[in-house]
C-alpha cells in the first residue's frame, strides 16, 4: 500500500470539474484508491464520494492506493491536486 499527505493546491479545491477529472484520473488505475479527509475516507473513484468530502483549498488529504500500479497512481494524482484544470 502507498501512501501520501498531500496539501491541495489547486484553486478551486476538490469541487466540480476539479472533481470530475480527479475521479476520471483515478479510474485510468487499476488499483483500488482512497482520499481521506479529517475522519472520513472515500473512494476516489466516486464522484459523489470525493464531492461529499468538500476539499477546499489549502487542506491536507491522505491520498492511499493498493495494487499493481499504487505508485501511479498515488503520483499522478497528487499532480492532479496541486494545479487547476480548464
Given at each position: 500500500m502507498t501512501n501520501k499527505e498531500v496539501?491541495?493546491?489547486?484553486?478551486?479545491?476538490?469541487?466540480?470539474?476539479?472533481?470530475?477529472?480527479?475521479?476520471q484520473k483515478a479510474n485510468e488505475f487499476e488499483s483500488s484508491i482512497w482520499l481521506e479527509s479529517g475522519s472520513r475516507k472515500m473512494n476516489a473513484k466516486s464522484l459523489l464520494g470525493i464531492m461529499s468530502l468538500s476539499i477546499v483549498t489549502g487542506a491536507t488529504v491522505n491520498l492511499s492506493a493498493q495494487g499493481s500500479d499504487e505508485e501511479a497512481a498515488v503520483t499522478a494524482l497528487e499532480t492532479l491536486l496541486q494545479r487547476d484544470v480548464y
Open positions: 496539501i491541495v493546491r489547486c484553486e478551486s479545491g476538490l469541487h466540480n470539474r476539479q472533481a470530475t477529472y480527479f475521479v
